[in-house]
C-alpha cells in the first residue's frame, strides 16, 4: 500500500518561509511524476508545482520564484520550499504522486495522480 504524508505545514507571518514535507512508503518516487497541490478557503484546488521523472519542474504563475520542488531519492521525501509567503498562500497542500513509468505529469488535472496525501495547512498572516 502507498501511503504519503505531509509534514512542516503551520501558521506565518506574511514574508517568512516555511518548508512542507512529504515522505512516501510503499513506492518509490526517484523517476516518478510528484506534484504539490493546495485548496484555499473558498478556492478550487490549484497545482502549485509538478516535479517530472525528467527533473523538469513547472510552477503556477502566482509562486513562480518564491517556491521550489524538490525530492530527496535516498529518502523518498518530496519537498516544497515556501519563501516570500503571502497570505493568498493560506491553503490545505497536499502532495500527489504517479507509479514509475507513468507518462502524463500534469500541473492542472489532481486526479491523474494515484497516490495522494491527506493534506497539511497552511496559513499566512498578514
Known amino acids: 500500500q502507498v501511503q504519503l504524508q505531509e509534514s512542516g505545514g503551520g501558521s506565518v507571518q506574511a514574508g517568512e518561509s516555511l518548508t512542507l514535507a512529504c515522505s512516501v512508503s510503499g513506492a518509490t518516487i526517484d523517476r516518478s511524476c510528484v506534484a504539490w497541490y493546495r485548496q484555499g478557503p473558498g478556492k478550487q484546488r490549484e497545482g502549485v508545482a509538478i516535479?517530472?521523472?525528467?527533473?523538469?519542474?513547472l510552477y503556477a504563475d502566482s509562486v513562480k520564484g518564491r517556491f521550489t520542488i524538490s525530492r530527496d531519492n535516498a529518502k523518498n521525501t518530496l519537498f516544497l520550499q515556501m519563501n516570500s509567503l503571502e497570505s493568498d498562500d493560506t491553503a490545505i497542500y497536499y502532495c500527489?504522486?504517479?507509479?514509475?513509468?507513468?507518462?502524463?505529469?500534469?500541473?492542472?488535472?489532481?486526479?491523474?495522480?494515484?497516490?495522494r496525501g491527506q493534506g497539511t495547512q497552511v496559513t499566512v498572516s498578514s
Open positions: 500527489a504522486a504517479r507509479p514509475r513509468g507513468a507518462r502524463l505529469c500534469s500541473r492542472t488535472d489532481f486526479s491523474v495522480f494515484e497516490y
Open positions: 516535479l517530472a521523472s525528467t527533473g523538469q519542474s
